[in-house]
């Protein structure tokens, strides 16, 4: 096995891989059953290892432009993929619109939404939702949203904690650019010590605009005007279809629309995750758990718990020979 880590990411990587050989030592294997590849930017190695002949099984996560790029050129080897997309969530109505924004807020605050399974866009009708405090008009939703990531990051210490650190300055030059796709609601601020952002609010209509269908990797979040909870609940799970999607999340209170969605997102292959408002999140799931890709859309092309990822690891190589007279 060969790990290839990302050039800004080699250090947890290593630290697993020495851990990793420290064990099948102990086990009486060969420690270089697993080994590190390292390289940097500007010279990357990962190309020359996924179309080297002895390459038999690659499995790869980040970007979908380059997952395509090693889905095309793996020659015989196997490929699994966890890729990237466009995670939504719908607010079609709610009967605790506090603990709906505070949710929302730390989905779209942790890491910076440096998360595959982060939330992007926001669908929201244009014509408000029906909430336990009154109905509350798409503006009022927004601004309540935005409101709850203030109120959750108010304290330096615990949004440095929830937010983290930018992993890549591309993600900054991404928030900049954010701005000019609609109206800001809640604009990214740099936190007090190191390289930070929290996280920036877009207001965008989906009647004007197709800004908000393209992955905006970072603390980017979009609040999308439609026509009405169902076209939203229509158009998230559609772009998931189109562009993949990891996570997707429905906030209702209308069971036969509940029902509808579950099927419109379970056709679109990503998991959907309904009416969270206490400490569990759309995008809090481990990498090996029934919650983390299905392989049923561009995401992904394997879920990583099912018995196809395991078992089609392995092939049976047999050998024979007649009897001796």
């Given at each position: ?26 086990a ?18 990962t ?79 244009r ?34 904690g929830?937010?983290?650190?930018i ?23 740099p ?17 004007e ?27 998230a ?55 983390h ?33």
């Amino acid at each position: 096995m060969i790990i290839k880590p990302h050039p800004g990411a080699i250090l947890p990587l290593a630290l697993t891989v020495k851990v990793a050989r420290e064990v099948l030592v102990e086990a009486g294997f060969p420690a270089d059953v697993v080994l590190l590849a390292v390289d940097q930017a500007g010279a990357e190695i990962t190309k020359d290892l996924v179309t080297h002949p002895d390459i038999g099984i690659i499995d790869y996560t980040g970007s979908s432009a380059f997952g395509e790029w090693v889905r095309n050129h793996a020659r015989s080897a196997q490929v699994f993929t966890e890729e990237a997309g466009v995670n939504s969530i719908v607010v079609a109505a709610t009967d605790d619109f506090s603990g709906m924004c505070a949710n929302i807020a730390f989905s779209l605050s942790l890491y910076s939404g440096q998360m595959c399974t982060a939330p992007q866009d926001i669908f929201v009708p244009r014509s408000g939702v029906a909430t336990d405090d009154g109905h509350r008009s798409f503006d009022e939703v927004a601004t309540a949203i935005g409101t709850a990531v203030d109120a959750l990051l108010s304290d330096p210490a615990r949004a440095s904690g929830v937010c983290g650190a930018i992993a890549n300055p591309a993600t900054l030059a991404r928030v900049d650019k954010a701005r000019s796709f609609g109206r800001v609601v809640r604009d990214s601020q740099p936190l007090a010590a190191g390289c930070s952002a929290t996280p920036l609010i877009v207001a965008v209509d989906a009647a004007e605009t197709k800004a908000h269908e393209e992955e905006c990797f970072g603390p980017v979040a979009f609040i999308v005007a439609v026509d009405s909870a169902e076209s939203g609940i229509d158009a998230a799970a559609d772009l998931a279809r189109r562009k993949g999607a990891i996570t997707a999340a429905l906030y209702d209170t209308d069971e036969a629309r509940i029902a509808h969605a579950v099927k419109a997102f379970a056709r679109a292959g990503v998991n959907l995750s309904i009416n969270l408002t206490g400490n569990i999140f759309v995008n809090q799931s481990a990498a090996f758990s029934d919650f983390h890709v299905t392989g049923g859309n561009p995401a992904g092309n394997a879920s990583l718990t099912d018995t196809a990822f395991v078992a089609n690891r392995f092939r049976l190589a047999m050998w024979r020979r007649p009897k001796a007279a």
